[in-house]
């Protein structure tokens, strides 16, 4: 069990995500940071699809109640563990009492703290992810409150091991040497060619600027606006996690894990899988640029992240079975 | 690349493009008709027997395939979707008939006035044609459970509006559009409110979680009028 003992907004319990009812209008919301959250789950030797705390704001206390192993992934950020610092992005252990603070990142938006066994709340509709608009999933449905216990469904796993984070590990995409900007590749979608040429080529130019309008749900961005030929009203059509769209004011609206199932507005473009999670570590006021790619190379790009995940499994099963050979009796009570 | 095929969105044909790259939108060429929205759901049920396919999102009239990992080749794919629509016949889905009662007017129902302008029409008008008509679920979408309902009198369709409510209630009977609906969650909507119905749509741990499946029919009638 841990306790919360200090939290502020839009702190929840995701998992990678609800799949198989987008035809009754519910979205698959999950983790923004799949990757973070699958890096967590996989040094703890966790499912991939186990739960864990996705923290959006900070600081982020919890105390464990028993013991227990966990992991801090997605940002770099001050991690304390009864004020003693400890990594992010490896396996540390607590005792029963110890007190687990998450401060503000330095680099990230997004952490999640994983434990071994992952976060036992019911599954709801074959996930744990908080649904926040349907008020279901996760903990009640809701975002994370102070005093809120959570059950964890294992015990310690072997410790004092970890990963290099993917922003070091998988080079950036067109890196132009811009430390600052996020360039995110995107495929054009279904209406961009109803955009004026003037507007398709401000698309890819423009350094866009993520608003505070911006949450689990959308990013906003901010630029000059993008017109299209002449107005048009869409029928509703499914939306997916990175569709752009271009609401009437003319600002592109990025859809991330909590979009709606459904839309209205001209798509322009789709941000390809492989890197949604670096605009889910890009906080408000970031300036991020769209580079145009094709489906062969959207595809292509998510072979990195999977090479990337096969290596931490393997490197994670190596030094568990070196740690058990080691020390048959004392390497923790993970089956 | 398939976004070429958008310049025949004025012709007979259907449009397929990608939307990222696990992600593809067919769209039926021609009006929001019933007949169309068959075919929809003809083509859904094909597509659900595609191994690739993870997720089918119906629209209106159009229908997203999200697949379990990116088609090596989106044209064989879209080639596929286009042969189905054009060989299959229409889907007749024998759905259940829904009698909802709403309270038309009042401050649940404030865009009734805009309808009204929109339109041409005096409020009452809009309500006798809101509930004369008989609706059909095409699709659910946007909010767990809403129903995008076809059926709306093209006399009383109203464009979404500029500037959305920030709090429309759950239950909240609407035009956008050409679709009607009634409103899921309590939360920010563009679409214009007419009034307001005491029903449920969506409960996750009742099963079907849904309250509306595709296919069936909804009757409105006043309970009350507020003009």
């Given at each position: 069990m841990i306790t919360v003992l200090e939290t502020s907004a839009l702190n929840t319990v995701q998992d990678l995500g609800r799949s198989g009812y987008r035809q009754l209008g519910v979205g698959t919301s999950g983790a923004m940071d799949p990757l973070a959250l699958q890096v967590g789950n996989i040094l703890l030797g966790n499912q991939p699809g186990d739960a864990g705390i996705e923290?959006?704001?900070?600081?982020?206390?919890?105390?464990?109640?028993?013991?227990?192993?966990?992991?801090v992934t997605g940002v770099d950020a001050a991690v304390e563990l009864d004020g003693h610092p400890v990594l992010p992005w490896s396996v540390e252990h607590a005792a029963a009492g110890q007190v687990l603070t998450v401060g503000p990142p330095r680099r990230g938006a997004r952490a999640y703290v994983c434990v071994a066994g992952g976060l036992d709340v019911p599954l709801v509709l074959g996930s744990r992810s908080t649904q926040l608009r349907g008020g279901f999933g996760g903990l009640s449905g809701r975002p994370l409150e102070v005093d809120d216990a959570l059950k964890i469904a294992g015990g310690p796993a072997s410790s004092g091991y970890g990963a290099l984070p993917p922003a070091a590990a998988l080079s950036r995409p067109c890196d132009r040497g811009e430390g600052n900007v996020v360039t995110l590749r995107a495929i054009p979608a279904t209406d961009y060619h109803l955009f004026t040429g003037a507007a398709r080529d401000r698309f890819w130019q423009t350094e866009w600027r993520i608003t505070p309008q911006s949450d689990r749900v959308g990013y906003r961005l901010k630029g000059d606006p993008l017109a299209l030929q002449r107005p048009i009203e869409l029928r509703s059509y499914g939306i997916v996690p990175g569709i752009v769209q271009v609401p009437p004011a003319g600002e592109p609206i990025v859809q991330m894990a909590d979009a709606n199932t459904a839309g209205g507005y001209p798509r322009i473009a789709g941000v390809i899988e492989a890197d949604l999670w670096r605009l889910a570590q890009a906080r408000i006021g970031t300036r991020i640029r769209f580079a145009q790619c094709d489906h062969s190379q959207g595809v292509a790009a998510m072979q990195p992240i999977a090479s990337y995940l096969d290596d931490l499994r393997m490197m994670v099963a190596l030094y568990r079975g070196s740690v058990q050979r080691r020390a048959p009796l004392t390497s923790g009570t993970q089956a | 690349m398939l976004a070429e095929a958008v310049t025949h969105a004025a012709s007979d044909l259907p449009v397929v493009s990608m939307i990222g790259t696990r992600a593809m939108l067919f769209e039926a060429p021609g009006e929001f008709t019933l007949a169309q929205q068959r075919q929809i759901w003809a083509l859904m049920e094909e597509a659900g027997g595609r191994s690739d396919v993870q997720e089918l999102i119906p629209g209106v009239t159009n229908l997203m395939l999200v697949f379990s990992v990116p088609p090596e080749q989106p044209r064989k794919v879209a080639d596929w979707l286009r042969h189905a629509w054009e060989t299959l016949p229409e889907r007749h889905i024998k759905g259940r008939l829904f009698e909802v009662g709403v309270r038309y007017g009042g401050a649940l129902?404030?865009?009734?006035?805009?309808?009204?302008?929109?339109?041409?029409?005096?409020?009452?008008?809009?309500?006798?044609?809101?509930?004369?008509?008989?609706?059909?679920?095409?699709?659910?979408?946007?909010?767990?459970?809403?129903?995008?309902?076809?059926?709306?009198?093209?006399?009383?369709?109203?464009?979404?509006?500029?500037?959305?409510?920030?709090?429309?209630?759950?239950?909240?009977?609407?035009?956008?559009?050409?679709?009607?609906?009634?409103?899921?969650?309590?939360?920010?909507?563009?679409?214009?409110?007419?009034?307001?119905?005491?029903?449920?749509?969506?409960?996750?741990?009742?099963?079907?979680?849904?309250?509306?499946?595709?296919?069936?029919?909804?009757?409105?009638?006043?309970?009350?009028?507020?003009?």
């Open positions: 923290i959006q704001t900070y600081p982020f206390v919890i105390r464990f109640e028993a013991a227990g192993s966990f992991a | 129902g404030e865009d009734l006035a805009h309808v009204a302008a929109h339109t041409g029409l005096s409020p009452s008008d809009v309500i006798s044609i809101h509930h004369a008509g008989e609706y059909t679920v095409c699709a659910l979408g946007s909010a767990p459970g809403f129903g995008y309902l076809h059926g709306l009198d093209p006399r009383i369709a109203t464009p979404r509006k500029a500037v959305p409510s920030l709090k429309m209630l759950a239950g909240t009977v609407t035009i956008g559009g050409m679709q009607a609906g009634i409103s899921a969650l309590t939360g920010p909507n563009g679409w214009n409110s007419i009034g307001f119905a005491e029903v449920a749509l969506f409960d996750p741990h009742r099963d079907p979680p849904a309250l509306f499946s595709i296919g069936d029919r909804i009757r409105f009638h006043p309970e009350s009028i507020e003009l």
